[in-house]
């Protein structure tokens, strides 16, 4: 099927009725009378040989090829917007852009607060949207980058997309401060005998991967979906956590934690910024993946300076 056969303002509509699930409400939405839009429903179903829309009662329910659709019209449309709102110049100064980043709550607080700070400072018409990392980000890859301008997310987990790398970590453990059974060091024993709180998403499966490479497999009391929770919930308990050093030294007088190093060596993380290649030539992406390289290259100046 080739799209110059398309009617594509038909999608604009279809993503209407889908998610109305309602002639009237669906075309006062996108500026159509209820007659133009009950001849696009009638197109539509003509066209996919499915009624997409069925009545029960007074209301109206998806049919199962329409609850497939729901999702991937929705994504058509934003990627199609994403495609001719594109740019040949970008002027930070003046113009005004909404930027989306999928992002983890640990990436947020050590880098997201920096890069926030520049653009409110370089271009204030700009506007910046932080998503969290859902935990099928291996999963729905292609369908996450096309609908968002950049995912953070370390070296590992999904390749064959344009990346550049944004700032470097370390895996590092935190206990209570008073936490009394774990000495000056922490010894393999010490985390196959404590409890621990975990990060229940698969971000962490790097670290965990390489415990489970040493033959210690965490022993998880408790489970959370923020990092930064993690550190909150080892606090005055005989609890463990791996957490990266970065966010562990912004928290550690907040949250009342010891931090403490691995008993085998150093565990790096390596944070990437991925996006699109539709993206790639567009002049606002490419102002804001350099914005992204130069605050990184700030922080990796001051912490060689630290």
Not at 17 to 39: D, F, Y
Not at 95 to 101: A, P, Y
Not at 114 to 123: D, G
Not at 227 to 243: D, E, H, K
């Amino acid at each position: 099927m080739h799209l110059a056969s398309l009617d594509l303002n038909l999608l604009v509509a279809l993503r209407a009725l889908l998610e109305e699930r309602n002639v009237t409400r669906a075309g006062q939405r996108i500026g159509l009378s209820q007659p133009a839009m009950s001849g696009a429903l009638a197109r539509l179903r003509r066209h996919f040989d499915d009624e997409l829309l069925f009545r029960t009662g007074n209301n109206y329910e998806l049919t199962a090829l329409g609850q497939a659709l729901l999702d991937r019209t929705a994504r058509a449309c934003d990627m199609a917007e994403r495609v001719f709102s594109s740019q040949a110049e970008f002027d930070p100064a003046e113009d005004r852009h909404e930027f989306k980043i999928i992002i983890s709550d640990y990436a947020v607080t050590v880098f997201g607060t920096e890069l926030t700070r520049t653009i409110h400072a370089e271009a204030p018409g700009v506007r910046l949207h932080f998503e969290l990392t859902p935990a099928t980000v291996t999963e729905e890859t292609a369908a996450l980058l096309s609908t968002t301008d950049g995912l953070l997310l370390p070296h590992g987990f999904i390749s064959g997309y344009p990346a550049v790398d944004v700032f470097q970590d370390r895996w590092v453990f935190v206990v209570s401060q008073d936490n009394t059974e774990v000495g000056d060091e922490l010894t393999p024993n010490d985390l196959s005998r404590l409890p621990w709180v975990t990060y229940r998403r698969l971000y962490d499966t790097t670290s965990t991967r390489q415990l489970s490479m040493l033959g210690i497999e965490p022993r998880s009391e408790v489970s959370a979906d923020t990092f930064q929770a993690l550190c909150f919930l080892v606090a005055g308990t005989g609890r463990i956590a791996l957490v990266q050093a970065r966010l562990a030294e912004r928290l550690r007088d907040a949250a009342g934690i010891r931090i403490m190093e691995p008993p085998h060596g150093t565990m790096p993380l390596h944070e990437a910024l991925w996006w699109h290649p539709v993206h790639t030539h567009d002049a606002a992406h490419t102002w804001l993946r350099e914005t992204i390289a130069r605050v990184a290259k700030r922080m990796a100046e001051r912490s060689q300076e630290g």
